[in-house]
Each structure stands twice: as structure tokens, then as C-alpha cells.
């Protein structure tokens, strides 16, 4: 028995909802961190570490039903998962599969961690703004005071 | 007014050109080496005339400054005044609706209804961009926190031009404070639109360049090298740029204590450099510069004050569509 068989029968296929391929080994449980999805809300959720991937060696796999992300869910798993595919399933049929992708800019998304930075700046209307440097080395500059985030920052610098 | 500004710049021998006009000045990236050329080239024309102009009747200038300073508002008041227009202010937050808990937004949009062009200083990052988003007229960064302070740059480069005739081919030496210091980066992101011969920047470990300004400085291919003590490229320099430690911007006053005094430019040191050596400083000074070296042949920081005003009502003309 092949180990896609052994993954199919472990996780059957969902009714409706989402199912996000190809994360990086190792990243799934941030992304569900930054959807907000703790497991208590009800629905059924697989979550699945470490499985052979041809394309990436190992990747980690995310079965949410009756969850459709929005595009700003999708924008936040490019930060964290950049080689993420997402399919949207329904009646068991994948409707839609898109690969998501990191934006040139990314607005509203991940917050400025300099604290004397506009964008941080209380009471005022104002969006953080960041420019893509790298989409393959996660890079990004803020487009008001020039900071540099990297890979390493975006989890904690999610706006929630 | 479109109209009879151009019949007085025709009259003075002046050209209208667009690429300036309602232009927000918030980086000295955003320019390029033929705009400042251009720059310099009307600054030329404004050293020689004296007395008021009315380029700029009928116009009113805001001045917002949310941080002290003395040259750079005092000199675009005067170069508001003497181009014809009426100037507005709001010097610091106390005397402002921004005491009340108005945000920097709607003050904008109020500065926006009453005046023509907005010049800013906050110490926010990002501030003069944030303010250029909103306002429909131009909008001058006078400094945005440790950021950009363009126009600083356009008159520290304009001020080589004066003493060495060009830009190019020269070695400087930037020293001081360049984690803080917005006017040294200026300076520096200014130069990456010339090709200097060398850069060298010396800095307290504390003060040492930033990681993003390096980055951007990268990208750009400038021939920056950093060095810890100034004596050792003294001899090669023919511009010295001098900051003060931006006591203001530390957020812990022991990190000021660390490198307060760690640097001083002496008669005897600019003496192993070339005869030829200047030094230029954006000022205010404290005790960095001994004021020995005030009244020597090095000291080019009062000319660079001076050309404050040529240069700012160069930009000020330029900004209102008028150029010379």
C-alpha cells in the first residue's frame, strides 16, 4: 500500500470547505494560529505534519470544512507559506484551486514593528503598508519608515 | 493666478516647467540627479537676487512643525515671505487641536483647506508620506522622525557643488550619529544619485548605520565602506559631514550617556587631512565640532546654512510651477 493510500484513509475527503496544500513542512500549526482556528469552533479539522511531498520533500496539509477563506486569509498564508496551494471544495469536488501569492504590496496585513512608525501611530486612519523585496526569502519594507521584516517576523507581527 | 504668476516669471526670465509643480518633497530618493541639477541651477539664479519677489503672491504656506527647529523653519518662513506668499503655523502640539486628541490626519486636511502647500516636520516615520496621501496640495517633509529630511540633503549637496564645483569624484566622510541622525541619511541617500569616489561612514558602535538605510544603500551601488575611527581615512577625505548624537531620538538616557562626547572634530585632526577639506555640519551643533574650527578655512557649515534660502525658494518656486 502506497503512503497516499495510507493519507487517504487516515483523512477522509470533506464535504465542504477549504484545503490547503503544499505548506512548508513545519508551518501548518502557525497558519492556523493566524486564522484564528483553535480546534473549538465545531467543525471537522485534519491537520497533517510531514507527509511526503514530490515537490517539497516533506509538506504539511490543512482540511477545514464548512471554512472558506477570505482573499486577506489567503494573503496572510502567503507571508507564512509561500509555496501554499489552496482548494475550495464543494460536495466533495475541488471548485477552485489557486496557488496563492505574495503581493508586491501587502497592506493591512502585518503590522510596522517600529513603534515610531506612522503606521503604529494611535487614532489615525492609516493602514501599515509593505513592499516585497524577496517573495522567495520573505523580505518585506515598510512603505512609511523603510523597516525591514523578515521571514522570522511575520508570525508575531500578524495583525489580528 | 496660474496666468499672472507666469507673466511675472516670464518677466524674470523664467520658464514654466511641470516636472516639479504640486509635487509632494518627502525623499531625496524620490528625485533624480537632473531634477537637482535643475535645482541648483535656479539656486544659482536666487543667490543673486536680493529683496522680495512675488513669485509667489496670492499663495499661503503652511509651516506645521511638531518638533523644534530653527533653521528649517525660520529659513522657509523667510523664503515663503520673500517669494510673495503668506505663511501659516502651528509650532508644536500643545498650541494645535492635536492637544485636544486631534490626529495628524484631519490637521492635515485643515492645512489642506487653508493653504497651498504644506511643510511638515513630525517625529513620526513615515509622517510626510502618510500627510502627502492626504493632502491634495504639495506637501515638504521638513523631517519625519529618524527618517528623511530631503530638503537638508538638497542643500548639503548644492553646498559641495558651491565649494568643489561638482559632486562626483570625492571622498567623503560621514561622522556621527547615523542610527538616529535623518539629516546624515539624507545626506548619504543623496550622494547614492551622484558617483562619489568613496563614502566612508564612522559612527559609535551604539550609532552605527541602519540595516534598511544599508539595504537601500545596496540597491543603489554606492562605494560605502564603514570605519571606526575617523584618523584613519582623515588623509583621504574632501568632505568631512559632521552630525550631533540625536540626544532626542534615544529611548533609554543611559544608551545617550554610553556615547555622549565619543567623537570630536579638532583644528589637529582636520590639519593630517588636505588642505582642502571641508567640513559641513546640518546644525544644531553641541560639542562635537571644537568651536576652534569655526573661523578656519574648513568650516562650511555657516555658507551651508546661508544656502538654506537659495535653495528653498528654489524648491518652493519649482513646487507652485514657477522655475527659474
Same mark, same amino acid.
Given at each position: 500500500?502506497?503512503?497516499?493510500?495510507?493519507?487517504?484513509?487516515?483523512?477522509?475527503?470533506?464535504?465542504?470547505?477549504?484545503?490547503?496544500?503544499?505548506?512548508?513542512?513545519?508551518?501548518?500549526?502557525? &497558519?492556523?494560529?493566524?486564522? %484564528?482556528?483553535?480546534?473549538?469552533?465545531?467543525?471537522?479539522?485534519?491537520?497533517?505534519? %510531514?507527509?511526503?511531498?514530490?515537490?517539497?520533500?516533506?509538506?504539511?496539509?490543512?482540511?477545514?470544512?464548512?471554512?472558506?477563506?477570505?482573499?486577506?486569509?489567503? %494573503?496572510? &498564508?502567503?507571508?507564512?507559506?509561500?509555496?501554499?496551494?489552496?482548494?475550495?471544495?464543494?460536495?466533495?469536488?475541488?471548485?477552485?484551486?489557486?496557488?496563492?501569492?505574495?503581493?508586491?504590496? &501587502?497592506?493591512?496585513?502585518?503590522?510596522?514593528?517600529?513603534?515610531?512608525?506612522?503606521?503604529?501611530?494611535?487614532?489615525?486612519?492609516?493602514?501599515?503598508?509593505?513592499?516585497?523585496?524577496?517573495?522567495?526569502?520573505?523580505?518585506?519594507?515598510?512603505?512609511?519608515?523603510?523597516?525591514?521584516?523578515?521571514?522570522?517576523?511575520?508570525?508575531?507581527?500578524? &495583525?489580528? | 493666478?496660474?496666468?499672472?504668476?507666469?507673466?511675472?516669471?516670464?518677466?524674470?526670465?523664467?520658464?514654466?516647467?511641470?516636472?516639479?509643480?504640486?509635487?509632494?518633497?518627502?525623499?531625496?530618493?524620490?528625485?533624480?540627479?537632473?531634477?537637482?541639477?535643475?535645482?541648483?541651477?535656479? +539656486?544659482?539664479?536666487?543667490?543673486? =537676487?536680493?529683496?522680495?519677489?512675488?513669485?509667489?503672491?496670492?499663495?499661503? @504656506?503652511?509651516?506645521?512643525?511638531?518638533?523644534?527647529?530653527?533653521?528649517?523653519?525660520?529659513?522657509?518662513? !523667510?523664503?515663503?515671505?520673500?517669494?510673495?506668499?503668506?505663511?501659516?503655523?502651528?509650532?508644536?502640539?500643545?498650541?494645535?487641536?492635536?492637544?485636544?486628541?486631534?490626529?495628524?490626519?484631519?490637521?492635515?486636511?485643515?492645512?489642506?483647506? #487653508?493653504?497651498?502647500?504644506?511643510?511638515?516636520?513630525?517625529?513620526?516615520?513615515?509622517?510626510?508620506?502618510?500627510?502627502?496621501?492626504? +493632502?491634495?496640495?504639495?506637501?515638504?517633509?521638513?523631517?519625519?522622525?529618524?527618517?528623511?529630511?530631503?530638503?537638508?540633503?538638497?542643500?548639503?549637496?548644492?553646498? =559641495?557643488?558651491?565649494?568643489?564645483?561638482?559632486?562626483?569624484?570625492?571622498?567623503? =566622510?560621514?561622522?556621527?550619529?547615523?542610527?538616529?541622525?535623518?539629516?546624515?541619511?539624507?545626506?548619504?541617500?543623496?550622494?547614492?544619485?551622484?558617483?562619489?569616489?568613496?563614502?566612508?561612514?564612522?559612527?559609535?558602535?551604539?550609532?552605527?548605520?541602519?540595516?534598511? @538605510?544599508?539595504?537601500?544603500?545596496?540597491?543603489?551601488?554606492?562605494?560605502?565602506?564603514?570605519?571606526?575611527?575617523?584618523?584613519?581615512?582623515?588623509?583621504?577625505?574632501?568632505?568631512?559631514?559632521?552630525?550631533?548624537?540625536?540626544?532626542?531620538?534615544? /529611548?533609554?538616557?543611559?544608551?545617550?550617556?554610553?556615547?555622549?562626547?565619543?567623537?570630536?572634530?579638532?583644528?589637529?585632526?582636520?590639519?593630517?587631512?588636505?588642505?582642502?577639506?571641508? =567640513?559641513?555640519? /546640518?546644525?544644531?551643533?553641541?560639542?562635537?565640532?571644537?568651536?576652534? @574650527?569655526?573661523?578656519?578655512? #574648513?568650516?562650511? #557649515?555657516?555658507?551651508?546654512?546661508?544656502?538654506?534660502? /537659495?535653495?528653498?525658494?528654489?524648491?518652493?518656486?519649482? !513646487?507652485?510651477?514657477?522655475?527659474?
Amino acid at each position: 500500500m502506497s503512503s497516499e493510500n495510507i493519507h487517504t484513509l487516515v483523512v477522509p475527503k470533506i464535504l465542504n470547505g477549504t484545503v490547503i496544500d503544499h505548506i512548508p513542512a513545519g508551518r501548518a500549526l502557525d &497558519i492556523l494560529k493566524v486564522l %484564528n482556528i483553535t480546534g473549538g469552533e465545531g467543525w471537522r479539522i485534519a491537520v497533517l505534519l %510531514n507527509v511526503e511531498s514530490k515537490k517539497l520533500g516533506r509538506k504539511d496539509i490543512i482540511k477545514i470544512e464548512r471554512r472558506k477563506l477570505t482573499s486577506a486569509e489567503v %494573503n496572510v &498564508i502567503a507571508l507564512i507559506a509561500p509555496t501554499a496551494t489552496i482548494n475550495i471544495i464543494e460536495n466533495f469536488v475541488v471548485v477552485e484551486k489557486f496557488k496563492v501569492n505574495v503581493p508586491e504590496i &501587502i497592506e493591512g496585513v502585518i503590522r510596522c514593528p517600529n513603534p515610531t512608525c506612522i503606521s503604529n501611530k494611535e487614532r489615525e486612519p492609516v493602514k501599515s503598508r509593505f513592499r516585497t523585496l524577496s517573495k522567495d526569502q520573505l523580505v518585506f519594507r515598510c512603505e512609511y519608515c523603510s523597516t525591514i521584516v523578515t521571514r522570522d517576523d511575520i508570525l508575531k507581527l500578524i &495583525i489580528r | 493666478m496660474f496666468y499672472s504668476l507666469q507673466i511675472v516669471a516670464l518677466d524674470l526670465g523664467i520658464k514654466m516647467v511641470t516636472s516639479f509643480k504640486n509635487r509632494d518633497v518627502v525623499s531625496i530618493l524620490d528625485f533624480t540627479r537632473k531634477e537637482l541639477e535643475t535645482l541648483f541651477e535656479y +539656486a544659482d539664479k536666487f543667490r543673486k =537676487v536680493e529683496g522680495k519677489l512675488n513669485l509667489l503672491n496670492g499663495k499661503v @504656506v503652511s509651516l506645521a512643525f511638531f518638533e523644534p527647529s530653527t533653521r528649517t523653519r525660520l529659513s522657509f518662513e !523667510v523664503v515663503a515671505k520673500r517669494l510673495g506668499a503668506d505663511v501659516v503655523s502651528i509650532i508644536g502640539e500643545e498650541a494645535s487641536s492635536i492637544a485636544k486628541g486631534e490626529n495628524l490626519a484631519d490637521t492635515i486636511r485643515m492645512l489642506d483647506a #487653508y493653504s497651498n502647500i504644506i511643510i511638515l516636520r513630525h517625529r513620526y516615520e513615515g509622517a510626510a508620506k502618510y500627510a502627502a496621501e492626504i +493632502a491634495e496640495n504639495p506637501v515638504i517633509n521638513a523631517g519625519d522622525g529618524i527618517q528623511h529630511h530631503p530638503t537638508q540633503a538638497m542643500i548639503d549637496l548644492y553646498t =559641495v557643488k558651491i565649494l568643489f564645483g561638482s559632486i562626483d569624484g570625492l571622498v567623503y =566622510v560621514v561622522l556621527g550619529d547615523l542610527r538616529y541622525g535623518r539629516a546624515a541619511m539624507s545626506f548619504i541617500y543623496g550622494l547614492s544619485l551622484y558617483k562619489p569616489k568613496k563614502l566612508y561612514v564612522v559612527a559609535p558602535q551604539l550609532l552605527r548605520i541602519r540595516n534598511e @538605510v544599508l539595504q537601500i544603500l545596496k540597491e543603489r551601488g554606492l562605494p560605502i565602506e564603514e570605519k571606526n575611527d575617523v584618523r584613519e581615512i582623515i588623509s583621504e577625505a574632501d568632505v568631512l559631514y559632521v552630525t550631533r548624537i540625536q540626544r532626542e531620538r534615544f /529611548p533609554d538616557p543611559m544608551e545617550y550617556e554610553k556615547v555622549r562626547g565619543s567623537y570630536i572634530v579638532t583644528l589637529d585632526l582636520l590639519e593630517k587631512g588636505k588642505s582642502t577639506l571641508k =567640513v559641513l555640519h /546640518p546644525l544644531p551643533k553641541v560639542d562635537e565640532i571644537d568651536h576652534k @574650527v569655526d573661523t578656519s578655512r #574648513y568650516a562650511a #557649515y555657516y555658507l551651508q546654512a546661508r544656502l538654506g534660502v /537659495p535653495v528653498r525658494m528654489s524648491l518652493l518656486s519649482l !513646487v507652485s510651477g514657477v522655475e527659474i
